[in-house]
């Protein structure tokens, strides 16, 4: 009853802000929403979970969105120029002393002391390039701003990912040894009953020491690599640094997501980069023919509508208009700039043929790149295999030494070399998962399969 009056409160308080200070009403829902940890933290999160966090947290990609936003505002703004141009002007001025000339010999002042002046006028372009570029390229820089967001979404889900499962490689890590730690422990009771019996002597007790204390500072050393690893998943994401970060995994289907067509080819046009490079060519392009656009004249129509008022007394000023308006054709062609006009064409087609080189450079090197992924995801993907069926025979081996130990059939020497081999094996067995899920994002990146 007490949480349920609490949160009836902060609603009612919420209201009251919102009518007194409507701009202020959503940073105070917010505030509340991060006191309670609601929106802004998550919970034993799923891989996919912290992918879909970072991508709406993650400053870079708030940074890419943003920029969107403003290509599309200096898409509007530029097509703006096409609509007619509307201008007013005011003027008001006092003569001190009238200006005077001589007209046949006779001086004669030319105007009055008091003139204001209203202006209205209007320009309509006709044929401007650098309109006629916006108009031409708009889809083009949308596109390209969307898919330089999508890049840099890419780049982090693969960051994340890979920093996910360095981090659950450690965790498990710090399991192993706990389980280890328990194991020690019943050992080290049962080398220091045989001593106590003397059945044993005390090299047993003190080997048995040893490689607990061994486990104990492995573990401890992995939980504070563990914190460096998770701040910086947190930094990846976006994550609040003061909250605290769990994550839940699936070890049954991180090994069934193992799997991958290694038959697949990659192909260049399923990249982003190439996508990319794409657009930039077909702006590139555009800019070829805005430079030789500048051999063209600049037309627009012009008008104008003045209201002129003209008296020597200032109270009487507005009694009298004098109004005149007119409308001209405006035709402007440079003839001769020194060449600007040749150099700067001749610089635009290089960019051109530069893209386009950029283009078969990221063409060859997609082959290689996948190659490169796919041979270290069959690489590891070997090692799993073996590191998987070396946890099985190193279990075996341990529980019958234990057993022949007990039976005062083996040494504690081999109990303590058989669990060693059983702790290293599963530990390189999660490092080798890990391993493998990490290189099959590195292959599925290489073959543009990666779309956020």
Same mark, same amino acid.
């Given at each position: 009853m007490d949480f349920k009056l609490k949160a009836k409160r902060i609603r009612l308080l919420a209201i009251f802000v919102s009518m007194l200070f409507p701009g202020q009403a959503l940073v105070f829902a917010q505030s509340q929403s991060n006191a309670s940890g609601g929106q802004n933290t998550i919970n034993n999160a799923t891989l996919e979970e912290v992918i879909q966090y970072a991508l709406k947290n993650q400053p870079l990609i708030? *940074?890419?969105?943003?920029?969107?936003?403003?290509?599309?505002n200096n898409i509007k703004s530029k097509l703006a120029d096409w609509y007619p141009q509307i201008n007013f002007a005011y003027n008001l001025q006092h003569a001190f002393i009238v200006q005077t000339s001589i007209i046949a010999g006779n001086p004669v002042k030319l105007g009055v002391a008091n003139t204001s002046a209203a202006q209205f006028t209007l320009n309509q372009a006709i044929f401007n390039r650098d309109v006629l570029l916006a108009k031409r390229t708009k889809t083009d820089v949308r596109t390209q701003?969307? *898919?330089t967001t999508t890049a840099n979404k890419i780049d982090l889900a693969v960051n994340v990912s890979k920093a996910f499962y360095d981090v !659950?490689?450690? =965790?498990?890590?710090?399991? /192993? %040894? =706990?389980?280890?730690?328990?194991?020690?422990?019943?050992? !080290?009771?049962d080398a220091e009953n045989q001593y106590k019996s003397g059945i044993a002597d005390k090299i047993d007790y003190k080997r048995a020491t040893i490689s607990l204390n061994n486990t104990r500072a492995a573990k401890t050393s992995n939980e504070e690599i563990l914190k460096g690893k998770v701040e910086y998943l947190k930094a990846l994401m976006g994550y609040p640094t003061e909250q605290s970060l769990k994550i839940s995994y699936d070890s049954l289907q991180m090994e069934r997501d193992i799997l991958l067509d290694t038959v697949q080819n990659p192909q260049a046009t399923a990249r982003i980069e190439y996508q990319l490079l794409n657009t930039q060519k077909r702006l590139m392009e555009a800019n070829l023919q805005y430079n030789k656009w500048s051999f063209l004249p600049t037309v627009s129509l012009n008008g104008a509508y003045n209201l002129n008022y003209l008296n020597n007394n200032l109270t009487d000023l507005y009694s009298n208009n004098f109004p005149n308006s007119f409308a001209n054709l405006t035709l402007s062609l440079p003839l001769f700039q020194g060449g600007k006009r040749k150099y700067n064409i001749n610089t635009a087609e290089w960019q051109v043929k530069r893209t386009d080189l950029d283009i078969k450079n990221l063409?060859?090197?997609?082959?290689?790149?996948?190659?490169?992924?796919?041979?270290?995801?069959?690489? %590891?993907? =070997?090692?799993?295999?073996? *590191?998987?069926?070396?946890?099985?025979?190193?279990?075996?081996?341990?529980?019958?030494?234990?057993?022949?130990?007990?039976?005062?059939?083996?040494?504690? !020497?081999?109990?303590i070399t058989s669990e060693t081999d059983l702790r290293l094996a599963r530990i390189n067995y999660y490092n080798?998962?890990?391993? /493998?899920?990490?290189?099959?994002?590195?292959?599925?990146?290489?073959?543009?399969?990666?779309?956020?």
């Open positions: 708030q *940074q890419s969105l943003i920029d969107e936003k403003i290509t599309e701003a969307s *898919q !659950l490689a450690t =965790t498990q890590q710090i399991q /192993v %040894s =706990t389980e280890d730690i328990q194991r020690l422990e019943r050992s !080290l009771k063409q060859m090197s997609v082959n290689s790149e996948y190659a490169t992924a796919l041979g270290y995801y069959k690489g %590891s993907l =070997t090692n799993l295999l073996a *590191q998987k069926e070396n946890v099985d025979l190193a279990r075996e081996v341990y529980d019958v030494i234990q057993l022949q130990y007990k039976s005062g059939i083996k040494t504690y !020497l081999e109990v080798a998962l890990y391993q /493998v899920l990490a290189n099959k994002i590195d292959v599925q990146r290489a073959l543009g399969q990666l779309n956020y």
